[in-house]
């Protein structure tokens, strides 16, 4: 199968399905060259890495590499590393025997064994603990695995992808991330630009997003003016495909332009606010991260004030896992839960 033969004829992504290519790919020079190597990876039965910023379509890829690949009749695993805390991870991803720890009433089987003949996907492979990457390491270097509370070992027969949003040789530095295991994910890679590097692909992503959600909300919200898109062409796009998605989804939700510009200006002086040691030499990819872990903050808050701080809600409506916001909500350094002195606790999560 080549890479042309993915959604041939499809206009626009049902949900389930991807985007057609165009939309994935834009027109950009980064992300033809990458649409390229991507096709040669794809048949290759080896691990693949792919980097880049929060926000810039890892796990769209990761689909698409599994969807390209002789392993596409198998099923397609995805695991949230960082939505699921450690002590459940290993359980996740291995399984485990009925009666392997208190509260194990059945054999659960776990996601590497659910992905047999089809894709492992690691999401986030960065936040996992440092004894659950030593057992990751067993797994690639030996290509076996067992059940928690299980005697025999079972063999690895999926293709293992892995995603993070941060620098693994920093985190290597650190002391965060082994070595040895970073080299076994990292056979083969894939470096995802930032939106911002290709802005001549905002036109054809906002476009497709408009045509999504008015389909799926029922509405006919119109295209953008030309004095928009350029605004958005100027546009920093800290959150990258993921604040553009959402951006054009309030923009159809409403109807009219505003939300955007409001928006877009609220953001830029946010990021202009962060403080940025002109004097020295600095790390872009540093700051750039800050700037979307201060924009994350500031959604996640305000979605929170505007649900009473029902995560249930929030979750759903910003799309993602309740796991997902739990894991956000510490990362971002906001409270877990808002106390009201003298007034019910309305960050419960009841419906």
């Not at 392993?71 to 991803?93: D, H, K, Q, Y």
């Not at 797994?139 to 293992?160: C, H, M, N, P, W």
């Not at 955007?260 to 990819?285: A, F, H, Q, W, Y």
Request: proline share 4%; glycine share 6%; hydrophobic share 40%.
């Amino acid at each position: 199968m080549t890479i042309l033969d993915v959604n041939s004829g499809s206009s626009m992504r049902r949900f389930g399905a991807l985007p057609p290519l165009p939309v994935i790919f834009g027109f950009s020079a980064d992300m033809q060259a990458m649409r390229q190597r991507l096709e040669k990876i794809a048949s290759a039965n080896v691990p693949l890495m792919i980097q880049g910023e929060s926000g810039t379509g890892k796990n769209l890829l990761a689909e698409l590499v599994h969807k390209l690949s002789p392993w596409a009749a198998g099923s397609f695993v995805r695991v949230n590393c960082a939505a699921i805390p450690g002590t459940l991870l290993e359980s996740e991803l291995f399984g485990y025997e009925k009666g392997a720890f208190t509260g194990a009433v059945d054999t659960k089987p776990g996601r590497v064994e659910m992905a047999r003949s089809g894709t492992l996907f690691m999401d986030e492979i960065s936040e996992v603990e440092p004894n659950i990457q030593s057992k990751l390491l067993h797994l690639l270097q030996d290509g076996q695995y067992s059940r928690i509370g299980a005697q025999e070992d079972r063999k690895l027969e999926a293709r293992v992808i892995c995603s993070t949003n941060r620098v693994l040789e920093d985190e290597i530095k650190a002391g965060k991330f082994r070595q040895d295991l970073f080299y076994r994910i990292n056979v083969m890679s894939i470096q995802v630009p930032p939106l911002r590097q290709r802005a001549a692909d905002i036109g054809v992503l906002t476009n497709y997003f408009l045509e999504v959600y008015n389909e799926k909300y029922g509405r006919q919200a119109k295209s953008l003016s030309a004095q928009t898109l350029e605004r958005m062409d100027r546009y920093h796009w800290p959150g990258n495909i993921r604040e553009l998605e959402n951006l054009i989804r309030r923009y159809v939700i409403v109807g009219t332009e505003d939300v955007i510009c409001t928006e877009l200006n609220e953001n830029r002086r946010m990021v202009n606010s962060i403080d940025i040691p002109l004097g020295s030499s600095i790390r872009l990819k540093e700051v750039t991260r800050k700037a979307v872990r201060e924009l994350e903050r500031k959604i996640i808050l305000r979605m929170l004030d505007s649900n009473q701080w029902n995560r249930k809600h929030v979750a759903h409506a910003l799309n993602i896992s309740y796991r997902a916001l739990l894991y956000k909500i510490r990362e971002v350094g906001l409270p877990s839960r808002r106390a009201r002195t003298g007034r019910p606790d309305l960050s419960a999560d009841s419906d």
